[in-house]
Protein backbone atom coordinates (compact mmCIF):
# COMPACT_ATOMS: atom_id res chain seq x y z
CA UNK A 1 0.00 0.00 0.00
CA UNK A 2 1.22 2.99 -0.61
CA UNK A 3 1.65 5.69 2.12
CA UNK A 4 0.05 8.81 0.46
CA UNK A 5 -2.85 7.88 -2.09
CA UNK A 6 -4.19 10.75 -4.64
CA UNK A 7 -6.89 10.64 -7.77
CA UNK A 8 -4.77 11.01 -10.78
CA UNK A 9 -7.70 12.75 -12.83
CA UNK A 10 -8.15 13.93 -15.20
CA UNK A 11 -10.66 16.77 -13.58
CA UNK A 12 -12.19 19.43 -16.03
CA UNK A 13 -14.56 21.57 -13.98
CA UNK A 14 -16.06 25.23 -15.89
CA UNK A 15 -14.86 28.29 -14.99
CA UNK A 16 -15.86 29.79 -11.53
CA UNK A 17 -16.65 26.14 -10.17
CA UNK A 18 -15.83 24.93 -6.76
CA UNK A 19 -12.84 22.30 -6.81
CA UNK A 20 -12.37 19.66 -4.39
CA UNK A 21 -8.53 17.91 -4.28
CA UNK A 22 -8.04 14.90 -2.32
CA UNK A 23 -5.42 13.09 -0.35
CA UNK A 24 -5.83 9.63 1.84
CA UNK A 25 -2.54 8.31 3.98
CA UNK A 26 -1.78 5.44 6.01
CA UNK A 27 0.44 6.43 8.12
CA UNK A 28 -0.82 8.33 11.56
CA UNK A 29 2.27 9.79 12.33
CA UNK A 30 2.23 12.64 9.13
CA UNK A 31 2.28 16.07 10.86
CA UNK A 32 2.68 18.20 8.45
CA UNK A 33 0.39 19.06 5.20
CA UNK A 34 1.44 20.61 2.02
CA UNK A 35 -0.13 20.90 -1.54
CA UNK A 36 2.35 21.70 -4.65
CA UNK A 37 1.01 22.82 -7.93
CA UNK A 38 3.10 22.15 -11.03
CA UNK A 39 1.75 23.31 -14.23
CA UNK A 40 3.27 21.46 -17.29
CA UNK A 41 7.56 21.13 -17.91
CA UNK A 42 8.01 22.93 -14.37
CA UNK A 43 8.70 21.93 -11.00
CA UNK A 44 6.27 21.67 -8.47
CA UNK A 45 5.84 24.88 -6.74
CA UNK A 46 4.59 25.29 -2.95
CA UNK A 47 1.12 26.10 -2.88
CA UNK A 48 -0.47 25.44 0.89
CA UNK A 49 1.18 24.40 4.13
CA UNK A 50 -1.01 23.22 7.36
CA UNK A 51 0.31 21.58 10.69
CA UNK A 52 -1.65 18.65 11.98
CA UNK A 53 -5.73 18.96 11.39
CA UNK A 54 -7.43 22.18 10.67
CA UNK A 55 -8.17 24.31 8.01
CA UNK A 56 -6.05 27.04 6.80
CA UNK A 57 -7.42 29.48 4.00
CA UNK A 58 -5.39 31.92 1.36
CA UNK A 59 -7.29 33.64 -1.22
CA UNK A 60 -9.01 30.94 -3.53
CA UNK A 61 -7.59 28.14 -1.98
CA UNK A 62 -8.32 26.43 1.57
CA UNK A 63 -6.56 23.29 2.75
CA UNK A 64 -8.52 21.06 4.99
CA UNK A 65 -7.03 17.98 7.25
CA UNK A 66 -8.44 15.70 9.05
CA UNK A 67 -5.96 13.62 10.65
CA UNK A 68 -8.88 11.02 12.35
CA UNK A 69 -9.85 9.95 8.60
CA UNK A 70 -6.23 10.36 7.34
CA UNK A 71 -7.70 12.42 4.52
CA UNK A 72 -6.75 16.18 3.44
CA UNK A 73 -8.11 18.41 1.10
CA UNK A 74 -7.63 21.26 -1.24
CA UNK A 75 -10.40 23.28 -2.35
CA UNK A 76 -10.34 26.19 -4.92
CA UNK A 77 -12.80 28.46 -5.61
CA UNK A 78 -13.60 30.67 -8.31
CA UNK A 79 -11.54 28.35 -10.27
CA UNK A 80 -9.70 30.16 -13.32
CA UNK A 81 -8.18 28.79 -16.50
CA UNK A 82 -4.94 29.70 -14.50
CA UNK A 83 -5.26 27.36 -12.16
CA UNK A 84 -4.84 24.23 -14.86
CA UNK A 85 -2.17 22.20 -13.54
CA UNK A 86 -1.28 19.28 -11.70
CA UNK A 87 -2.08 19.23 -7.88
CA UNK A 88 0.15 17.04 -5.78
CA UNK A 89 -0.34 16.32 -1.93
CA UNK A 90 2.91 16.19 0.30
CA UNK A 91 3.11 14.93 3.95
CA UNK A 92 6.14 14.34 6.32
CA UNK A 93 6.79 13.80 9.64
CA UNK A 94 7.60 15.72 12.81
CA UNK A 95 11.27 15.65 11.88
CA UNK A 96 10.62 16.20 8.37
CA UNK A 97 13.20 13.47 7.30
CA UNK A 98 11.43 12.93 4.61
CA UNK A 99 8.60 13.88 1.99
CA UNK A 100 5.69 11.82 0.94
CA UNK A 101 4.46 12.64 -2.35
CA UNK A 102 0.94 11.85 -4.19
CA UNK A 103 0.77 10.94 -7.47
CA UNK A 104 -0.94 14.14 -8.37
CA UNK A 105 -4.38 15.18 -9.90
CA UNK A 106 -4.30 17.06 -13.38
CA UNK A 107 -7.00 19.62 -13.09
CA UNK A 108 -8.49 21.47 -16.25
CA UNK A 109 -10.36 24.43 -15.98
CA UNK A 110 -12.00 25.53 -19.01
CA UNK A 111 -13.10 28.95 -20.19
CA UNK B 1 17.81 34.69 -11.10
CA UNK B 2 16.34 31.03 -9.96
CA UNK B 3 16.97 30.06 -6.70
CA UNK B 4 17.26 26.13 -7.57
CA UNK B 5 18.79 25.18 -10.68
CA UNK B 6 19.82 22.22 -12.58
CA UNK B 7 21.74 21.09 -15.60
CA UNK B 8 21.01 20.58 -18.33
CA UNK B 9 17.55 20.81 -18.75
CA UNK B 10 17.19 17.67 -20.84
CA UNK B 11 19.25 15.13 -22.63
CA UNK B 12 19.29 12.33 -24.29
CA UNK B 13 21.76 9.48 -24.09
CA UNK B 14 22.28 6.04 -24.91
CA UNK B 15 22.09 2.64 -22.52
CA UNK B 16 25.46 2.28 -20.48
CA UNK B 17 26.58 5.68 -20.43
CA UNK B 18 27.25 7.53 -17.37
CA UNK B 19 25.21 10.48 -16.57
CA UNK B 20 25.42 13.28 -13.98
CA UNK B 21 22.70 15.47 -13.51
CA UNK B 22 23.66 18.69 -11.63
CA UNK B 23 21.88 20.91 -8.78
CA UNK B 24 22.60 24.50 -7.89
CA UNK B 25 20.64 26.57 -5.18
CA UNK B 26 21.34 30.08 -3.90
CA UNK B 27 18.96 30.03 -1.24
CA UNK B 28 20.99 28.79 1.44
CA UNK B 29 19.23 25.67 2.75
CA UNK B 30 21.25 22.75 4.60
CA UNK B 31 19.11 19.92 3.00
CA UNK B 32 18.84 18.65 -0.80
CA UNK B 33 17.10 15.92 -2.28
CA UNK B 34 16.71 14.42 -5.39
CA UNK B 35 13.91 13.02 -7.29
CA UNK B 36 12.13 11.40 -10.21
CA UNK B 37 8.58 11.79 -11.35
CA UNK B 38 7.04 9.06 -14.25
CA UNK B 39 3.55 9.38 -15.25
CA UNK B 40 1.47 8.39 -12.79
CA UNK B 41 3.98 7.37 -9.66
CA UNK B 42 4.24 10.80 -8.75
CA UNK B 43 7.46 12.14 -7.46
CA UNK B 44 9.93 8.78 -6.01
CA UNK B 45 12.77 9.57 -3.67
CA UNK B 46 16.33 9.18 -5.28
CA UNK B 47 18.82 10.43 -2.71
CA UNK B 48 18.67 13.11 0.25
CA UNK B 49 21.58 14.96 2.06
CA UNK B 50 20.91 17.12 5.45
CA UNK B 51 24.07 18.72 5.51
CA UNK B 52 27.33 18.26 3.32
CA UNK B 53 28.65 14.95 5.19
CA UNK B 54 25.15 13.00 5.95
CA UNK B 55 23.98 11.48 2.61
CA UNK B 56 20.93 9.25 2.42
CA UNK B 57 19.13 6.59 0.36
CA UNK B 58 15.55 7.26 -0.43
CA UNK B 59 13.12 4.52 -2.08
CA UNK B 60 14.76 4.11 -5.16
CA UNK B 61 18.84 4.62 -4.60
CA UNK B 62 19.73 1.95 -6.73
CA UNK B 63 21.22 2.45 -10.04
CA UNK B 64 22.35 6.46 -8.57
CA UNK B 65 24.85 7.66 -6.76
CA UNK B 66 25.02 11.27 -5.05
CA UNK B 67 27.76 13.55 -4.03
CA UNK B 68 27.21 17.06 -2.55
CA UNK B 69 30.42 18.46 -3.46
CA UNK B 70 29.21 21.65 -1.49
CA UNK B 71 26.12 23.12 0.79
CA UNK B 72 25.19 24.50 -2.40
CA UNK B 73 25.23 21.86 -5.03
CA UNK B 74 23.89 18.35 -4.62
CA UNK B 75 24.94 16.15 -8.32
CA UNK B 76 23.15 12.68 -9.16
CA UNK B 77 24.91 10.13 -11.80
CA UNK B 78 23.86 7.64 -13.09
CA UNK B 79 26.75 4.90 -13.61
CA UNK B 80 25.47 3.19 -16.47
CA UNK B 81 22.51 4.58 -17.82
CA UNK B 82 19.20 2.07 -18.66
CA UNK B 83 16.38 2.84 -20.60
CA UNK B 84 13.94 2.59 -17.32
CA UNK B 85 15.98 5.49 -15.90
CA UNK B 86 14.43 7.87 -18.85
CA UNK B 87 12.00 10.22 -16.22
CA UNK B 88 11.92 13.44 -15.37
CA UNK B 89 14.27 14.30 -12.42
CA UNK B 90 13.65 17.15 -9.94
CA UNK B 91 16.07 18.82 -7.35
CA UNK B 92 14.75 20.27 -3.99
CA UNK B 93 15.93 22.34 -1.13
CA UNK B 94 14.72 22.54 2.36
CA UNK B 95 15.68 24.78 5.20
CA UNK B 96 14.95 22.53 8.52
CA UNK B 97 17.00 25.36 11.01
CA UNK B 98 14.26 27.76 10.41
CA UNK B 99 11.61 25.29 12.30
CA UNK B 100 9.35 24.40 9.53
CA UNK B 101 10.36 22.82 6.61
CA UNK B 102 8.53 23.14 3.23
CA UNK B 103 10.48 21.80 -0.20
CA UNK B 104 11.75 24.10 -3.38
CA UNK B 105 11.82 22.50 -6.59
CA UNK B 106 14.16 23.12 -9.07
CA UNK B 107 12.63 23.24 -13.11
CA UNK B 108 13.86 19.80 -13.70
CA UNK B 109 15.42 17.82 -16.35
CA UNK B 110 14.56 15.06 -18.69
CA UNK B 111 16.59 12.49 -19.39
CA UNK B 112 15.99 9.82 -21.78
CA UNK B 113 17.81 6.82 -21.96
CA UNK B 114 17.77 5.11 -25.80
Same mark, same amino acid.
Given at each position: ??????????????????????????????????????????????????????????????????????????????????????????????????????????????? | ????????????????????? *?? $??????? %?????????? +?????????????????? *?? $??????? %?????????? +?????????????????????????????????????
Amino acid at each position: QKEVEQDPGPLSVPEGAIVSLNCTYSNSAFQYFMWYRQYSRKGPELLMYTYSSGNKEDGRFTAQVDKSSKYISLFIRDSQPSDSATYLCAMSLYNFNKFYFGSGTKLNVKP | DADVTQTPRNRITKTGKRIML *EC $SQTKGHD %RMYWYRQDPG +LGLRLIYYSFDVKDINKG *EI $SDGYSVS %RQAQAKFSLS +LESAIPNQTALYFCATSDFRRGTDTQYFGPGTRLTVL
